[in-house]
């Protein structure tokens, strides 16, 4: 009668064993899944394109991102870089990675090659950021920061919007739904091979000397029309002045003398000045009135800065 009952119970152990059996997940090998994403913090895509607000391209882009990561967060750098300028483009990238955390997916799409054959990549940063982009530079001033971890090429359709690729909106096709995909969890090596170099952007740099410092004008601060230099504040600060003197500069060739001050309200409505910007660079406004409109002055462009003392002559 015991063994009986034994054998009973044997075969329910057995049974229920068998169903929870069936009910295992698919092995990795099978799943195109990433184990390591938290599920309980939704995922982040971070947008930047040259594609304006006038016509529906972000928001296709937008459309398919949400079609495939319904959970994902969507969030904006701007649509309105200078159309083709990557350069712009890498330092916005730049600029606003740092304050987002390991994790974050960025999509960038200035493109002037699309179609080409140029590469259409993912890169991975040791900051554990991804950055899904064409190979043109783009990301080069953070990888330059942040350190390059891994890069792959995007060659499998299965990320792709479908094997009929456009030739001129890779925004569309490729980059929207690989970035979604990483943001739903997708293994990031599944996207394709290895790529072994990525197209370096070449940065402007200042030049400091015994006279004064060489730059370039490379950005304005819009809407309000300050320009911004590539000269850091480190730098500028080596030629001697303080706040409140007076510097004279040459912008284009074209002599200017202004303030050296540490905000827009330390001279008067209309008036110039010359400052460290909030990311610690000099820069020139007009209090309140748009310095590149009132002084015909837009990127690119050059600047001068002499040390103190040194007269400032034409160059």
């Not at 054959?117 to 554990?128: C, G, M, N």
């Amino acid at each position: 009668m015991k063994s009986s009952r034994l054998g009973v119970l044997r075969g329910v152990f057995l049974s229920i064993l068998a169903l929870v059996s069936c009910g295992k997940p698919q092995s990795t090998s099978d799943n195109p899944s990433s184990s390591s994403r938290n599920p309980s913090v939704r995922p982040a895509i971070v947008f930047m394109t040259d594609f304006g607000t006038a016509n529906d391209a972000v928001a296709i882009c937008k459309a398919v991102m949400i079609s495939i990561a319904p959970e994902a967060r969507i969030m904006d750098i701007t649509h309105q870089v200078t159309p083709f300028s990557i350069e712009e483009g890498a330092r916005f990238l730049a600029g606003v990675s740092p304050y987002y955390p390991a994790g974050t997916v960025f999509v960038a799409v200035i493109d002037p090659g699309v179609g080409t054959s140029r590469r259409a990549v993912v890169v991975k940063t040791r900051k554990s950021q991804y950055f899904v982009l064409p190979d043109n530079g783009l990301v080069s001033t953070v990888v330059e920061r942040d350190g390059l971890d891994s890069a792959r090429e995007i060659s499998n359709t299965s990320w792709m919007i479908g094997e009929n690729v456009s030739s001129t909106f890779h925004g569309r096709d490729i980059f929207s739904p690989v970035g979604a995909h990483l943001a739903a969890g997708w293994d990031f090596t599944l996207v394709g091979p290895v790529v072994p170099q990525l197209i370096r952007l070449t940065s402007k740099v200042s030049t400091t000397t015994d006279k004064g410092i060489d730059g370039d004008l490379i950005g304005l601060d819009d809407p309000f029309g300050s320009v911004i230099t590539d000269i850091p504040a480190d730098e500028f600060k080596t030629l001697g002045y303080k706040i409140g003197e007076r510097v004279a500069v040459l912008l284009d060739k074209k002599p200017f003398t202004l303030p050296y001050v540490k905000t827009f309200m330390d001279v008067p409505v209309g008036d110039p000045l010359l400052y460290v910007d909030s990311r610690g660079r000099m820069a020139l406004a007009l209090n309140q009135r748009n310095f590149s409109q009132k002084n015909k002055v837009t990127p690119p462009g050059t600047i001068f800065i002499p040390k103190k003392g040194v007269p400032l002559k034409a160059k």
